[in-house]
């Protein structure tokens, strides 16, 4: 067996560890801990794409809606996120992980039915950023939590449930679009994210505090406890604790992400960030209907488009999980990100053929290469962002570090969001894909040359090979 550290292969040898009944009980444990949580993950991708339909029927109930104002009703979600992820890292450090996933899921309830209530646009507008703040705080404090909770062998896989939680939340998003397009039922397209939110916070009542965090703010009997629960039984938790002790005994402030260790990895966690949304998914998830029906098709047709790509998102996502542990988060990251550059640049040919009213093969195209980008980013740039930021940093400044990232993602989520459709009209469709296209070029040569491979490691581990690192390339 070959495990791929940070600089270099290991090969360990020797017969594969004998059949044991407490590991299975262990992995179910985890397993059902992350589907939990990651519910957080359903939440942000429902919330995200169920705009994608509302917007074609929010005339039904305000009059003229303008282009600015549906940039609006999309965007003060972002920046509310972005607010959120920044809060909820320093409070996920002070208060614990669970906690703060807990007032997640109550925000989440209060945003929702006061969006599906709006009386008027203005409070739509405010019960979005309301939203905005609770999936910003999910997108942050779900695979902060299960990356401390699972073990390492299993890590990227169950982390990256929640980005599997997240697409098949899009995904349910456009079913339900569409199901309640002919209604025009744009309130309870947003109302029925309550249903998840209560399930959320139901089930984050029966789970523990992460491990790392009790064992950070001195509670190690609790810390052993949880171990014990979802560890093997030949597992050292004692030798566990120590190495979080040894890593984590500090107390931290932002001022020590300015570090130059730090800094160079709160740098790549950034840089990550912002290329995940300036090469254009959420502009494909927010608005993929408005384009095609811009393009040609009808209303139905356009969302039901959407909805096929959102199954290819869901499915990529899938064969990530699969991969992830096994090929690595580097080969994911740069070959996912190719792809993404490759079908980019065939949509944009397609649009700069026929021009922005598409004929009935060109839209067969432009639709096919949106799902082909759709699920590039899906086996890449999607899942391991939000994995690698769970992984890179140390454990006394991960929550400050994965916030100062995330927000970074959500700022760049909004200021894509709220200038795309001017985008469009200003340098035409194919100059906007374009566009994009050199820009997931330009990230996957980033990721090639400063991204690091985490696979197999503990964090831990991850945390000493990459102070190593910077010692030896400052």
């Known amino acids: 067996m070959t495990i791929h550290t ?5 090969t360990v040898t020797g017969p594969p560890p004998a059949h044991d009944a407490s590991r299975e009980a262990v992995g179910r444990a985890v397993v059902w801990t992350a589907s939990i949580t990651a519910l957080g993950g359903l939440l942000f991708g429902y919330d995200t794409g169920v705009v994608s339909g509302a917007l074609l029927f929010l005339h039904t109930s305000f009059g003229n809606v303008s282009a600015f104002d549906k940039e609006l009703v999309t965007g003060l979600l972002l920046m509310g996120a972005a607010v959120g992820a920044f809060g909820s890292g320093r409070l996920s450090d002070r208060i614990g992980r669970r906690p703060v996933i807990l007032l997640t899921a109550s925000v989440f309830v209060f945003g929702v039915l006061g969006a599906a209530f709006s009386p008027a646009l203005w409070v739509l507008i405010a019960m979005r950023f309301v939203i905005g703040l609770a999936v910003g705080s999910a997108s ?13 062998r299993v890590r990227g896989a169950l982390v990256s449930f929640n980005q599997l ?19 025009a039922a744009w309130r309870l397209m947003f109302g029925l994210a309550a249903i998840p939110a209560v399930l ?4 984050m009542l029966t789970q523990a505090e992460s491990p790392v965090w009790l064992v950070t703010h001195g509670r190690i009997a609790e810390a052993r406890r949880v171990l014990v629960r979802v560890r093997s039984r030949d597992h050292d938790v004692d030798g566990e604790i120590d190495e979080i002790r040894a890593l984590g005994d500090r107390k ?23 290329f995940q ?20 098709l009808g209303n139905s047709a356009s969302l039901l488009a959407n909805v096929g790509i959102g199954v290819v998102n869901v499915g990529m ?7 992830i542990d096994k090929v690595g988060r580097r080969a994911l990251l740069i070959g996912g990100t190719t792809g993404m550059a490759v079908a980019l640049f065939a949509v ?3 649009f700069a053929a026929s021009g922005n009213t598409l004929g009935h093969a060109a839209a067969i195209v432009a639709v096919a290469s949106l799902a082909v980008y759709t699920g590039s980013f899906a086996i890449g740039l999607g899942p391991v962002f939000w994995l690698l930021i769970s992984e890179l940093y140390p454990a006394r400044i991960r929550g400050k570090s994965m916030s100062i990232a995330t927000m970074a993602n959500w700022g760049a989520n909004f200021v894509v969001a709220i200038s795309f459709l001017t985008l469009l009209n200003t340098i035409s469709n194919a100059g906007t894909f374009f566009v994009l296209g050199f820009l997931s070029l330009a990230a996957a040569t980033y990721f090639w040359r400063k991204v690091p491979e985490t696979k197999g490691l503990t964090l831990e581990e991850i945390e000493r090979e990459m102070a190593a690192s910077t010692t030896r390339n400052p």
């Open 252 to 274: 931290s402030s932002y001022r020590e992400l300015l570090r130059p260790d730090v800094r160079k990895l709160v740098a790549i966690g950034v840089l990550l960030a912002v």
């Open 140 to 152: 942050l404090s779900v695979p902060l939590y299960i990356s401390e909770v699972a073990p390492p």
């Open 348 to 350: 944009a040919a397609t």
């Open 277 to 296: 949304q300036i090469t254009g998914i959420n502009t494909v998830i927010y608005y993929a209907p408005t384009l095609l029906h811009q393009a040609g």
């Open 165 to 183: 939680a997240l697409t098949l939340g899009i995904l349910v998003a456009f079913l339900v679009d569409y199901a309640l397009s002919s209604n």
């Open 6 to 10: 940070l600089d270099r292969p290991v």
């Open 317 to 323: 996502t899938v064969v990530a999980i699969w991969l």
């Open 200 to 203: 959320l916070f139901v089930g």
